[in-house]
Structure formats: structure tokens, C-alpha cells
């Protein structure tokens, strides 16, 4: 049985990411092996940029942007997973979280989560949360 605070982490995570499935999409657009050689040389402009037109088209402008860092799992006879650490931040709230793209898939997990009012917790957080991915689409 999970633990209320693991429930709360995987409420969240499935909020954010159902708010970025399209910028996850066009994420995956780019070919793997240009994310390869960006964040093996720490080109992490060219990766801000990438995350920034991708989000521009779903999101306001500023929501969400590269944290510079990342990664990739590349094994022989794996496919590759992208791991690119982001940030959202709207209405108040500053997520800190990775996005994993494989050919077929992304997983969101946040890292770190803060709200202007800190005696906001729980289900109030995640409703939160949610109102502030909605209101940072655009129209």
C-alpha cells in the first residue's frame, strides 16, 4: 500500500504530465541523437531553445523552461531515454521536475515543489497545481 505522501507525488506528476503531453510530443521531434551530443557537450542553450519553442506553442510565455541539466540512458540494445530537467512556473508555484522521453513514452518526476503560500499542502497543493497548468495554456 502506498503512503499518502507517494500518492500525493504520483497526483501531482500525472497532473503535469497530462498538462505537457503536446510539448512532450514536440520534444520528441527532434532527433535523439542531436539531445545525445547537446547534453554530453553541456550545450544546454541549444537545449533551452529547443524547450522554449516547443512550449511556446502550448504554453505562456516563461511557464516552462530548461533548468540546464539532463541526461541520457543509452545502452546497447536499449532505446534511448532523454532526461531533461525542467521548471514550471506559474500563479505563484515553482516546479522543479525531469522529463523522460523514450520513443513511445514520458514519465514526468518532480524533484521539487514550492508555493507562495507555504500553508498550502496536500489535496489544496495538487488542486492548486492543476488550476495553474490549466491557466498556463494558452487559449
Known amino acids: 500500500m502506498l503512503d499518502i505522501k507517494k500518492r500525493t507525488t504520483m497526483a501531482r506528476e500525472r ?5 505537457i503531453k503536446e510539448i512532450a510530443a514536440e520534444l520528441r521531434l527532434v532527433e535523439v541523437v542531436d539531445y545525445i ?12 531553445d529547443i524547450v522554449t519553442s516547443s512550449a511556446e506553442l502550448y504554453f505562456k510565455p516563461g511557464v516552462l523552461r ?4 539532463g ?11 532523454v532526461i531533461l530537467g525542467l ?32 500553508e498550502l499542502s496536500g ?4 488542486v492548486r497545481l492543476r488550476d495553474a497548468v ?3 495554456h494558452l487559449a
Open 87 to 118: 521548471e514550471f512556473r506559474h500563479m505563484g508555484l515553482d516546479v522543479r521536475f525531469h522529463l523522460e522521453l523514450g520513443a513511445s513514452i514520458a514519465a514526468v518526476d518532480i524533484t521539487y515543489m514550492t508555493f507562495d503560500d507555504p
Open 123 to 126: 489535496d489544496a497543493a495538487t
Open 15 to 19: 497532473v503535469l504530465a497530462d498538462g
Open 71 to 81: 541526461d541520457v540512458r543509452l545502452t546497447w540494445g536499449s532505446v534511448p531515454i
Open 37 to 48: 551530443a547537446f547534453l554530453r557537450l553541456e550545450r544546454f542553450g541549444n537545449l533551452a
Open 66 to 69: 530548461f533548468a540546464n541539466s
Open 134 to 136: 490549466a491557466d498556463a
